[in-house]
């Protein structure tokens, strides 16, 4: 069974400053690796997709990597912003048969200061 | 471009009462999932459909059920509802490769139900 774990819970940074969000798995034998931002009381918006095949992806200020073999993910964010302010949470997908569900982690809540 | 719809968006029950919930997929996508959110908790998988079959069942109380109608669309039917049920329930599709395999799931709006 799947298990995603997110840390830290909850991260404090000043505006502008550098930040890396950690998300492990427990099984390696992942189809891709998705992150998402969810606002208070809102949806869940996709940001960055890995397939197991890749190693990172960018979109803007954010990069996602993706080490399969140590079921480990990152998600840097550059030069923070407030409206970065959300809670961030990773998803593995994995593959095989039917099995093609979402497993989550817990979320890592990040509040950028100005 | 045509994204998950999910109606309603908004729904409050009495304890005891049922709740449809509906989730319309992406043109062309075959496969439909189910997840709650319960208040403060990460997105926990409920169900799937792939082709209107099951195709995959995680945590889904047994008062619940679910189907994908031929236009693929999708109902989540919840009975005798608790408090506990009360969550933001999200629809996502994806759609089948031509390598077997799933492509990216694309989230709905959710739909939050509150019991009271």
């Known amino acids: 069974k799947q298990e995603v774990t997110q840390i830290p819970a909850a991260l404090s940074v000043p505006e502008g400053e550098n930040l890396v969000l950690n998300c492990s798995f427990t099984?390696?034998?992942?189809?891709?690796l998705q992150w998402f931002r969810q606002d208070p009381g809102k949806g869940l918006t996709s940001l960055l997709l890995?397939?197991?095949?890749?190693r990172e992806q960018t979109s803007g200020r954010l990069n996602a990597s993706l080490d399969k073999s140590s079921g480990r993910s990152t998600l840097y964010i550059a030069a923070s912003q407030p409206g970065d302010s959300a809670t961030y949470l990773c998803?593995?997908?994995?593959?095989?048969?039917?099995?093609?569900?979402?497993?989550f982690g817990k979320g890592t809540l990040l509040t950028v200061n100005p | 471009a045509a994204g998950v719809i999910q109606s309603p968006r908004h729904l409050i029950k009495e304890k005891r009462e049922t709740a449809t919930l509906k989730c319309y997929p992406i043109?062309?996508?075959?496969?439909v999932y189910w997840y709650q959110q319960g208040p403060g908790q990460d997105p926990q998988f409920l169900i799937s459909?792939?082709?209107?079959?099951?195709?995959d069942k995680g945590s889904i109380p047994d008062r619940f059920s679910a189907q994908q109608f031929s236009d693929y669309h999708s109902e989540l039917n919840m009975s005798s509802l608790e408090l506990g049920d009360s969550a933001l329930y999200f629809c996502?599709?994806?759609?089948?490769?031509?390598?077997?395999?799933?492509?990216?799931?694309?989230f709905g709006p959710g739909t939050r139900l509150l019991v009271l």
């Open positions: 996502a599709s994806s759609l089948e490769s031509v390598f077997g395999s799933q492509e990216t799931q694309y």
């Open positions: 099984d390696s034998a992942i189809y891709n």
């Open positions: 890995i397939q197991s095949s890749q």
């Open positions: 998803a593995a997908q994995n593959s095989g048969g039917s099995n093609y569900k979402l497993t």
């Open positions: 043109p062309r996508h075959d496969t």
């Open positions: 459909f792939y082709e209107k079959m099951q195709s």
